[in-house]
Nanobody
Framework: QVQLVESGGGLVRAGDSLRLACAPS????????MAWFRQAPGKEREFVSA???????SYADSVKGRFTISRDSAENTIHLRMNNLQPDDTAIYYC?????????????????WGQGTQVTVSS
């Protein structure tokens, strides 16, 4: 069974940076698409960024210019570099992955999910 494991969350101040990582554990496969979603308290889970095996990328408008997604295909891992973090970025960040040949931006586009890593940004 494939599991995704996130790491790199933490408590930072506004303007700081963090780098999240996501890697599969257990029996591994090469996912076509991998993504980051986040969920703030009392809000629905929302798309943050995604990347494909062919190096296509997508970002939510709220993070464009601040967040950068990258992928290490050899390791089947992804990272999310988050710069100039703001209190509105506070949320649990989830890694997601799927084998379907699409650059999905909806939660339904992904079959595999991690447990999440908390990111808290103080003002």
């Amino acid at each position: 069974q494939v599991q995704l494991v996130e790491s790199g969350g933490g408590l930072v101040r506004a303007g700081d940076s963090l780098r999240l990582a996501c890697a599969p554990s257990g029996r591994t496969f090469t996912f076509y698409s991998m993504a980051w979603f986040r969920q703030a308290p009392g809000k629905e889970r929302e798309f943050v960024s995604a990347t494909t095996k062919n190096d296509a990328h997508s970002y939510a408008d709220s993070v464009k210019g601040r967040f950068t997604i990258s992928r290490d295909s050899a390791e089947n891992t992804i990272h999310l570099r988050m710069n100039n973090l703001q209190p509105d970025d506070t949320a649990i960040y989830y890694c997601a992955a799927d084998f379907r040949l699409q650059l999905g931006t909806g939660a339904a586009d992904y079959s595999y999910w991690g447990q999440g890593t908390q990111v808290t940004v103080s003002s």
